[in-house]
């Protein structure tokens, strides 16, 4: 919740040329969240994403992350990174990344 708050206090609807979809309303009591919709490419799923600072992991593991998702990517790998660092402006770290969450055009 707080990362689409942080976003949405920013202006940013989009990263890069990535869609990022807007938090319209919150209902804490109802456990409900209105979001706009958005088509590809697009940044999303914010839910394994830290706030103000990484998570503390080994060396070894970010190497091995980075690993599997320059596989993972493939050739994108670079535009990813560079949404990720853009991200990283707003205090935003997200390491739960797959073709599902930020998506290219097919």
Not at 1 to 22: C, D, H, T, W
Not at 78 to 85: A, F, K, N, Y
Request: glycine share 6%; proline share 5%; net charge negative.
């Amino acid at each position: 919740m707080g990362i689409y708050e942080r976003l949405k206090e920013a202006g940013v609807q989009n990263i890069r040329g990535f869609s990022v979809p807007q938090m319209r309303r919150f209902d804490g009591e109802l456990c409900v969240i209105e979001m706009s919709i958005v088509t590809r490419p697009f940044v999303l799923d914010f839910a394994g994403a830290y706030l103000d600072a990484p998570p503390a992991f080994s060396d070894e593991v970010w190497e091995q992350w980075e690993k599997d998702k320059r596989e993972q990517y493939e050739g994108c790998w670079p535009e990813v990174q560079v949404v990720l660092t853009e991200l990283e402006r707003f205090d935003i770290h997200m390491i739960d990344i797959s073709s599902t969450n930020i998506a290219f055009v097919d």
